[in-house]
């Protein structure tokens, strides 16, 4: 037995180094990068990505398959830059209370909405993004369609604001780490598994004692929320937010990462947003001059080639292949799933006593 | 008075479009049960082929609406075969939906590849010819796309409704395991469906170039209006999506006149929420 735990001991030893040895790349890199282009990439990357989370919540985990996550991401950089333009709030004050007033939006739209199974709630979303937008381009109090720039100025953490990409960065980061760390928890916790079980059979969650409108409607609010808090950076990072953010193409836009990743897996819109997101800047930067919409292209291929050849999606065909059988074993030394077992259900035993 | 009746002519003229366009969603979504998001880019791939065959060969636009349906049909049945066929089998609703989401980005995109962004205009001989009609004026180009249109849609009708093909699509729709268990090839339908649905779609492109300008995204304020129009006028119903696509088009210049132009769209999509929400709780009633 001791010998089994010390096994155990050292993969879980093996996986924390690995993992931190990732964290430390993130956290070294703008040290090393000093390129403005390279550095927002990165923060590209982890706002896409934190997006991506967001809308997998509710796609992938609830199987609601949304189409109107950049509508949420807008009314979120909307409700911050009012509040501080109109009324000179602090910008992480304005964080909370976009994060709040989207959180109450969607709850209160989306809650007679959940009759709508399948297509036809994939259908309200499109038309409740567009019709946002809409209302934003003919309200004057929304600032139309010409939108709304914030003030500029010293570089402050209190207006978080800065002429560098370096702090965006870093918050971009916490961000996402954040999220993602919320939404392990989410994962793991009842709420998780009631989510997953709606979308496997909602009839049978029901029975079984589930409320799936509660948990829908617990899932569609902390995936605005997160969605909100990407339109706040969005809006701190770039400065200026026009209606045209949340045209129907970003809302699509949001959810490739998390499907060419794997939207069955928490990871997946971070690995589908590393790999996609990089790749199509690339392409951008490179050809847009002389073929504009290539690296729209490129993104929709790769999506097609994943979802014909791999419909579990990048992760998916990672966890299942030979590549993480020798990183596990070889680099990891991780023991048996029944070693495993039987040390983690000795260890509940013992808390029990 | 003259503005009004201008307005409710100008609304069923484009209306028909959008039953058209909703007609051949309508098919795809009965036998298939998945949206099919890139029917609005058909639409474009229909525009562009109208205007190549134009530019290249000289031909009618008018003359080129068999053409585009054949080419269509052939590029419909290509991808239900190779790409939407397979994926039925996972039957992840989230990878089908984003199938046709990705198809609609690489046909956009890759208009936008091919032709830039500029945007492209088809003139004929009868470009500019207006018919009067009492105090209504009528564009020729878009009467005899109305026209055809509506030969087209009663040509679909009788089809659906009478030919054996037709009788099998509406099995396969109504019960795709019972179709097959008496002996119809789903495969088969479902190619020929999404043919159907794709050439109407390009169809509808095709007789909208005499009057309306070539871009990349041209189609995507018609495939949203598609599936308004399916939902609306009920699942498997030919004549409702052709009424619903009136009603569409008649709402549109409605509010246009009424209330401003600019609130059109605004007007659109929170009708189609308030209908979608309002009917399916009168169904989960009525249960």
């Not at chain 1, 037995?1 to 180094?17: D, G, P, S």
């Not at chain 1, 990407?230 to 701190?236: K, P």
């Not at chain 2, 300008?213 to 939902?231: C, D, E, W, Y």
Request: glycine content about 10%.
């Amino acid at each position: 037995m001791a010998e089994k735990k010390r096994a155990v001991r050292i993969y879980h030893r093996n996986l924390a180094m690995v993992l931190g040895l990732i964290l430390l790349v993130f956290i070294l890199i703008p040290v090393f990068v000093k390129s403005p282009y390279v550095l927002n990439v990165f923060v590209l990357v982890f706002y896409m990505s934190t997006l991506s989370m967001a809308w997998n919540l509710l796609g992938g985990m609830t199987g609601q398959n949304s189409l109107g996550h950049a509508a949420y991401m807008g009314l979120g950089a909307y409700a911050c830059c009012l509040l501080i333009t109109k009324t000179g709030a602090n910008p992480w004050l304005a964080a909370i209370f976009g994060m709040v007033v989207v959180g109450l939006v969607a709850g209160i739209i989306f809650y007679p909405c959940f009759i709508l199974k399948g297509p036809y709630f994939t259908l309200v979303s499109i038309a409740f993004g567009e019709a946002l937008r809409q209302f934003i381009i003919n309200s004057s109090f929304f600032g139309r369609a010409s939108g709304i720039g914030l003030p500029f100025g010293k570089d402050s953490w209190l207006d978080f604001r800065f002429g560098s990409k370096v702090p965006y960065y870093y918050v971009g980061l916490i961000m996402v780490l954040g999220v993602y760390l919320l939404m392990k928890k989410i994962e793991r916790s009842r709420m998780g598994y009631a989510l997953r079980t709606i979308r496997e059979d909602e009839d049978a969650a029901a029975a079984i004692g589930i409320n799936p409108t509660r948990y829908k409607i617990m899932a569609v609010v902390v995936s605005a929320m997160v969605a909100a808090l990407v339109g706040f950076f969005y809006a701190s990072y770039i400065r200026y937010i026009d209606p045209e953010l949340m045209v129907q193409a970003k809302s699509t836009e949001s959810v490739l990462p998390a499907v060419v990743g794997g939207a069955a897996y928490v990871e997946g819109p971070l690995v589908g947003g590393l790999i996609m997101i990089p790749l199509s800047e690339f392409l951008r930067a490179k050809y847009s001059a002389i073929l504009p919409g290539i690296n729209m292209l490129m993104y929709a291929v790769a999506l097609l080639a994943v979802i014909r050849f791999r419909p579990a999606g990048i992760l998916g065909w990672y966890m299942h292949s030979n590549v993480k059988t020798f990183i596990d074993t070889k680099l990891l030394r991780k023991p048996s799933v029944d070693v495993l077992e039987e040390v983690e259900l000795a260890q509940y035993h013992k808390e029990e006593v | 008075m003259s503005t009004f009746l201008q307005a409710c002519v100008n609304g069923l003229l484009m209306g028909g479009f959008y039953s058209l366009m909703g007609m051949g969603q309508n098919v795809i979504f009965g036998v298939m049960k998945i949206v099919n998001f890139c029917h609005g880019e058909m639409l474009m791939v229909g525009m562009y082929l109208t205007y190549i065959l134009w530019s290249v060969c000289g031909l009618d636009p008018y003359l080129c609406v068999p053409i585009v349906a054949v080419l269509m049909f052939c590029l419909g049945g290509l991808i239900q075969h190779t790409l939407i066929t397979p994926s039925l089998g996972t039957k992840s609703f989230t990878n089908l939906l984003f199938l046709t989401v990705g198809l609609g980005l690489l046909l956009s995109n890759g208009a936008l590849v091919l032709f830039g962004s500029e945007y492209r205009t088809i003139t004929t001989a009868y470009s500019q010819t207006n018919i009067g009609l009492g105090p209504v004026t009528l564009p020729l180009p878009r009467l005899i796309s109305f026209g055809v249109l509506i030969v087209i849609s009663v040509a679909l009708f009788a089809f659906l409704k009478y030919s054996t093909t037709g009788k099998q699509i509406r099995a396969v729709s109504q019960n795709s395991v019972g179709a097959e268990v008496v002996g119809i090839n789903t495969k088969k339908i479902y190619i020929l469906t999404y043919g159907l649905g794709t050439a109407l779609a390009g169809v509808a492109g095709a007789l909208l170039t005499g009057f309306y300008t070539i871009f990349p995204t041209a189609g995507a304020s018609f495939g949203f209006r598609a599936l308004i129009v399916v939902v609306v006028g009920g699942l498997g119903s030919i004549p409702g999506a052709f009424l619903a696509g009136i009603f569409l088009g008649l709402l549109e210049t409605m509010v246009a006149l009424f209330i401003s132009p600019s609130y059109s769209d605004l007007i659109v999509f929170v009708t189609f929420i308030v209908i979608l929400v309002v009917r399916q709780t009168v169904i989960i009633r009525r249960k």
